[in-house]
């Protein structure tokens, strides 16, 4: 099993190559959960991998609450199907709430600012109301609780993590609007412990596969002990492959997939910044030599460019330039992009979504 092989596999499980999904909520449930730093590129992310690579049919589902937005796990906002997001809450948020207190002491923050902003928030949204994140930070407020700096930031993170708001529906604009949990997703999954980690670790390798142990422990954040149980819960759903001596889990399915779309998986692909591709794993030695590593994360600052992948390599950077139709798009190789490369990344920037 060679290297590039095991890239090729994460391109056909993750849907990137091969026969798209038939909506964007099944892409998330695939994923278990999909970067969502930038919302606009988390749209892309998920429709490039629909049969149809629509960005309409992303917003329209969240707009019809099958997906929502919010901060399950790391610290980091993700796109993930709605009836997930409180066990992934109950089994996740607890950790990167934890780590915060260093940091809410470096911001004057206290629990009692932040329940005060829960019940100010609660009686803003009560009823169905939907509000923009300018429009929630304002009466927080205006409640007597400060919202300056990073307090704001940090205070609806909080409030998201521990059940009270999401991300759900947009606007005309684009931009997605805060709502309470608990009216937006009225039929939640839970689940015990136990249950809830071998659930996350069988999505993880199904939709991430081939990856390790040590791959899901970064993904969702959590100590390497509990992505072992929960890689041993879900083993019987999962297929195994050795590389280089490392276990690696995935879809039973997936070799067969890959079979079926080769070609594409080989071929050059598109990608936004911050996609599962690049992030959902430890080790980006698969699919990046280390003396490009600043070249897609730029002083390690957490910003992801867009990346071409060629070969189920990343081997450039791309980036519209321009508005409207004098848009254009602008790639950066790390060394070389021949003359037929370059004229493949124009028609790929032309059929994404």
């Given at each position: 099993m060679t290297v590039q092989e095991v890239s090729l596999l994460r391109l056909a499980a993750q849907w990137v190559a091969g026969p798209g999904a038939a909506g964007p909520a099944d892409v998330v449930r695939r994923l278990g959960a999909v970067q969502g730093?930038?919302?606009p590129g988390a749209v892309t992310s998920v429709a490039l991998r629909t049969a149809v690579r629509r960005r309409k049919d992303v917003e329209a589902a969240l707009d019809d609450g099958e997906i929502v937005r919010s901060w399950p796990m790391r610290g980091t906002l993700h796109l993930l199907a709605a009836d997930d997001l409180h066990w992934m809450l109950d089994l996740l948020a607890g950790r990167t709430l934890a780590g915060l207190?260093?940091?809410?002491?470096?911001?004057?923050?206290?629990?009692?600012?932040?329940?005060?902003?829960?019940?100010i928030v609660t009686a803003a949204l009560a009823g169905g109301r939907r509000m923009r994140r300018a429009d929630v930070l304002a009466a927080i407020e205006d409640g007597?609780?400060?919202?300056?700096g990073q307090r704001g930031y940090h205070l609806l993170a909080y409030l998201a993590r521990t059940g009270t708001l999401c991300l759900g529906p947009t606007d005309g604009a684009g931009e997605q609007l805060f709502v309470l949990l608990d009216d937006w997703v009225r039929a939640p999954r839970r689940m015990p412990r136990e249950e809830a980690l071998a659930e996350l670790a069988r999505r993880f390798f199904l939709g991430h596969g081939p990856a390790t142990v040590h791959d899901l422990a970064r993904w969702a954040g959590i100590p390497l002990r509990n992505a072992r149980a929960g890689s041993a819960a879900a083993r019987p759903d999962l297929a195994v492959l050795e590389v280089d001596g490392v276990e690696h889990l995935l879809d039973p399915s997936t070799a067969d997939r890959l079979a079926d779309c080769r070609e594409e998986a080989g071929g050059l692909i598109l990608l936004p910044g911050f996609d599962e591709f690049v992030l959902g794993y430890r080790d980006r030695s698969v699919i990046l030599d280390s003396e490009f590593a600043q070249r897609i994360a730029?002083?390690?600052n957490g910003m992801f460019r867009p990346t071409v992948v060629l070969g189920?390599?990343?081997?450039?950077t791309w980036q519209w330039t321009g508005r409207g139709a004098k848009r254009v798009v602008t790639a950066t190789p790390f060394t070389t992009f021949s003359e037929p490369v370059t004229a493949q990344i124009l028609e790929a920037a032309g059929r994404l979504p």
């Open positions: 730093q930038d919302f207190t260093a940091r809410w002491a470096q911001l004057g923050l206290e629990e009692s600012d932040a329940e005060r902003a829960r019940d007597g609780v400060a919202t300056t730029p002083g390690n189920g390599r990343i081997v450039g």
